[in-house]
């Protein structure tokens, strides 16, 4: 991509906005990395008690997909631009700069949030991969939702609520790995291409 089709794909995604957001995220989970979230069982168990640093990054991936939303699908399409590459490549940057700040944070904690941070933009492509760009955040909001209130946090049990399991859970850290790489590819794949029209 050239210098200013770079320069106005970052104006139409409104990338300075999620760049701001994410740092507010990345600050906020420094500054409250004691915090705990408490949240009762909605049916039935014990309820869960997680790190702040889990549910911050729901925040970003909510940011990516606002800014997923803004993309002009039919304009992007006839110029042929790469522009969806950038979007998964922006999507993984953002989600790793939780590890830049892993000398601020328990090991626990930052590897937590990238987990998060990774599974929930995932969900964000996904979404917005099979039509629902105007919906993606609700995907992420709605999955986390589901797991703060019906998932469990042991090893081995209810293994779809990754985004509440702790650190150390290779499960939970391989589906939301999974979850972003299905995302990312679908999102690319599902991409709408110019059709060829017969010459009159």
Same mark, same amino acid.
């Given at each position: 991509?050239?210098?200013?089709?770079?320069?106005?794909?970052?104006?139409?995604?409104?990338?300075?906005?999620?760049?701001?957001?994410?740092?507010?995220?990345?600050?906020?989970?420094?500054?409250?990395?004691?915090?705990?979230?408490?949240?009762?069982?909605? $049916?039935? @168990?014990?309820?869960?008690?997680? *790190?702040?640093?889990?549910?911050?990054? =729901?925040?970003?991936? /909510?940011? #990516? !997909?606002?800014?997923?939303?803004?993309?002009?699908?039919?304009?992007?399409?006839?110029?042929?631009?790469?522009?969806?590459?950038?979007?998964?490549?922006?999507?993984?940057?953002?989600?790793?700069?939780?590890?830049?700040?892993?000398?601020?944070?328990?090991?626990?904690?930052?590897?937590?949030?990238?987990?998060?941070?990774?599974? $929930?933009? @995932?969900?964000?492509?996904?979404? *917005?991969?099979?039509?629902?760009?105007? =919906?993606?955040?609700? /995907?992420? #909001? !709605?999955?986390?939702?589901?797991?703060?209130?019906?998932?469990?946090?042991?090893?081995?049990?209810?293994l779809w609520s990754w985004p509440v399991k702790y650190a150390r859970d290779p499960i939970a850290a391989s589906l939301a790995g999974l979850?972003?790489?299905?995302?990312?590819?679908?999102?690319?794949?599902?991409?709408?291409?110019?059709?060829?029209?017969?010459?009159?």
């Amino acid at each position: 991509m050239r210098r200013q089709g770079l320069i106005l794909w970052c104006r139409q995604r409104g990338l300075a906005r999620v760049a701001a957001v994410q740092l507010a995220c990345l600050a906020w989970v420094i500054i409250g990395s004691g915090i705990l979230v408490q949240v009762p069982p909605l $049916l039935s @168990g014990t309820g869960v008690e997680v *790190a702040n640093a889990a549910v911050v990054p =729901l925040v970003g991936a /909510v940011a #990516i !997909a606002w800014a997923l939303a803004r993309r002009d699908v039919a304009l992007e399409a006839a110029r042929r631009r790469p522009v969806w590459w950038w979007d998964a490549t922006t999507a993984l940057a953002l989600s790793a700069s939780y590890l830049a700040v892993t000398a601020l944070l328990p090991a626990s904690m930052a590897v937590v949030s990238f987990r998060n941070a990774l599974g $929930l933009t @995932g969900l964000s492509l996904i979404a *917005a991969a099979i039509g629902l760009t105007q =919906l993606a955040s609700t /995907v992420p #909001i !709605a999955y986390t939702a589901a797991s703060l209130f019906a998932g469990r946090m042991e090893m081995g049990r209810a293994l779809w609520s990754w985004p509440v399991k702790y650190a150390r859970d290779p499960i939970a850290a391989s589906l939301a790995g999974l979850t972003f790489l299905l995302g990312a590819a679908l999102y690319i794949y599902r991409v709408p291409t110019v059709q060829k029209q017969d010459d009159d």
